[in-house]
């Protein structure tokens, strides 16, 4: 091997699925020279993330904090934080990341139980219902937007179900937080995790996660500090998390006014998700999803335009990604290369059945504004013409400006 | 809350037992631009990065790679994989760190067995020996540096003798990992884990791990590919390890030829471990060694100078952290709030029988240099002697920089 010169990666327009380019002030923000762990300065930037990300969540909930992984890290967490084995588990499966959580429970040790619509549909309020009498379950554990498919499961009506039934409702808003609607306390959640590399515009690394009191009282009833740190008096539930490091308690006692050492805060992330929850507060929330919407319409027009048949329920669509039939006889593989290799731009394919049949196209975080849109339906257009598909000239560019127009 | 700035961290030496400050370069990294998962500069960039820290862990092992979490993500990662529940694992504590490895292993389910001696000390191969011997364990789990009291344990014999009782060897070196001898296959360790924020001069949040063939046997012995992207023929073992996050299995094939999705890799901290990674080994490992040797040896003679008493078997220190006892009739932290408030200098206090009884004082990474050392000292004996303790005027620049003197 040479040996390395200074990362220095090449320019790229990420419009794929996720993860996308960070917004710059984020980047920024991860340059920033790190400080102690209990530095005052720390402490009160942790106190201030917690509080940037309630309003991201839209949440009273003192229990909002960061888990320091990927967003599966936070999904973990969640899960073996509130879910104590032989525990019922409701899965409803529209997507890779339905099989995810279900996975999840099931290395929990939970008693799981899964419903499934195809690919690209979402469920009826009604099959959730049927479902949670049927199961009874602890725990409905249901994303919110599966990446895999870009459908959108509408969550509103769901709180007040689990309510009814004495059940925890537990979403993955990894794909959809920041360009979707997300209501955590006027939907009724219990508890809800994220990641920065979606429409927050950040890196993936740090899990924001938010819980009920409901949450925390089944968390605190299984409390254990740990030993070396733990101090007489301390609880040592029996029925302790099966993991140290995704102990939502213990987790939540760092956070806390206690600040008992746990792990040792990942300060770079902590700076990076802290400007995400920022950029998008000083935009405002709803302006945030409105731009979503705006530019996931517009590149929605733009692949019509380009002659492109979408796949799935366009009505239940993440605002920030649609999926595209690749067109017959287009090399799906090859043409993704050329988009990155000629033009810097990056487009996704998906996972298991939709692998190598779709492609998918996101519009969000930074990248939800006109000139990425615009860049990447002419560079699509001219790639999809010298793989041989017909292709209206210009027939991209001009859908998605006329949604622009219509709009301004 | 008054709606908050960009982050701006107020000017910190960080002279405790870390975090400590980031070297320049890395924090230089942390903001570079995103690339998307599969783009071949973010995989090619993977694949360097084991490299490096091949190079960093002194091992040929193929298996090196990065954990996206904290050092104790790490822990848990080769703790959760290596041990099945009831396998016996032995750990001789000797201070903090030994206490989390026994918790760790406790929650994998594991039996655990512990040894301890005073804190302050390191195990002769003797007692690991009969310990090993009574216990026949199948992973012996010992911290190289226990950060908590600074003792360095020596492990260059205790890896034949876990190779001649069919033992695992698994070490935690995120206290001395980069600035103390480390050799993984000529010490014949099976597993080691670490973190960035100590002497590799990053910011916690990514764990560099490393597994011998033997390690990677058992771990694949426990494989199964995740619901959701799992094809025909793959591996369904039902001792599966439980966790998703944690099954090394899935990650070294993230990691490997095969590419197979798990998590998202965190890029921005990838970047920073690999600057991390890079700028040692610009250096020369050997050479950062020495420098590390060279101002914890000036720092120890700085305490000295200024009077104070040093903890623990000094012949077993880490070279790149030292405890002092905080003297008679001096407020500890008050000291430290002053050392803070006044000079910008972060020192640390410690753990549970040693917390209010002693100071623990870094030279590490980036700040294992001549001006920092200096600084402290000079700032350390204003504060001391603020606070009534009997100081020699200059005593700890003084005692330094005869160090120095006879190093050049």
Redesign the interface.
């Known amino acids: 091997?040479t040996?390395?010169a200074?990362?220095?990666?090449?320019?790229?327009l990420?419009m794929?699925p996720?993860?996308?380019?960070?917004y710059p002030?984020v980047?920024?923000?991860?340059?920033?020279?790190?400080?102690?762990?209990y530095?005052p300065?720390m402490t009160a930037?942790m106190t201030?993330t917690q509080?940037?990300y309630r309003q991201v969540w839209a949440t009273d909930n003192d229990a909002t904090v960061l888990v320091?992984?990927?967003?599966?890290?936070g999904i973990?967490a969640a899960m073996?934080s509130l879910v104590r084995p032989g525990d019922r588990v409701l899965v409803p499966i529209f997507g890779?990341?339905?099989?995810?959580l279900?996975?999840?429970a099931e290395?929990?040790?939970a008693e799981v139980h899964t419903i499934e619509v195809p690919w690209g549909e979402v469920f009826p309020v009604s099959a959730v219902r049927d479902a949670i009498e049927r199961v009874k379950p602890h725990l409905l554990a249901l994303v919110q937007g599966d990446t895999s498919t870009t459908m959108l499961q509408p969550l509103d009506e769901i709180g007040e179900l689990c309510r009814a039934n004495g059940v925890l409702f537990y979403t993955d808003a990894t794909a959809s937080l920041g360009g979707n609607a997300f209501e955590m306390d006027a939907w009724g959640l219990d508890a809800a995790t994220a990641?920065l590399?979606k429409c927050l515009g950040g890196?993936?690394?740090s899990a924001p996660i938010s819980l009920s009191d409901a949450a925390v009282e089944v968390i605190r009833s299984r409390t254990r500090i740990?030993?070396?740190?733990r101090e007489a008096g301390d609880p040592t539930a029996s029925d302790?998390?099966?993991?140290?490091?995704?102990?939502l308690g213990m987790i939540l006692d760092y956070w806390g006014p206690r600040r008992l050492?746990?792990?040792?805060?990942?300060?770079?992330?902590l700076?990076?998700a802290?400007?995400c929850a920022?950029v998008l507060?000083?935009e405002g929330r709803d302006a945030v999803i409105d731009r979503h919407r705006l530019h996931g319409e517009a590149m929605l027009a733009g692949v019509r335009g380009l002659g492109l048949t979408v796949f799935g329920d366009v009505a239940h669509k993440m605002s920030n990604v649609v999926a595209v039939e690749i067109p017959e006889g287009v090399p799906g593989d090859a043409a993704r290369s050329a988009m990155?290799d000629d033009f810097g731009i990056?487009i996704?394919t998906s996972?298991?059945p939709l692998h190598g049949r779709v492609w998918r196209i996101g519009t969000m975080g930074y990248n939800a504004r006109t000139d990425a849109v615009l860049q990447t339906l002419a560079s699509l257009e001219t790639v999809l013409r010298r793989f041989g598909a017909p292709v209206p000239a210009g027939g991209g560019v001009e859908a998605a400006n006329d949604v622009y127009r219509a709009a301004s």
């Open positions: 091997m040996f390395p200074p990362i220095d990666p090449p320019a790229r990420l794929g996720g993860p996308i380019s960070a002030s980047l920024r923000a991860m340059s920033a020279p790190l400080v102690g762990q530095d300065f930037t201030e509080e940037l320091d992984g990927t967003s599966r890290a973990e073996i890779r990341f339905g099989h995810l279900a996975e999840i290395r929990a040790m990641g590399q890196p993936s690394g740990e030993a070396g740190i302790f998390v099966r993991s140290n490091y995704f102990d050492n746990h792990h040792t805060e990942a300060t770079t992330m700076y990076g802290r400007e920022r507060l000083l990155l990056e996704g996972f298991g």
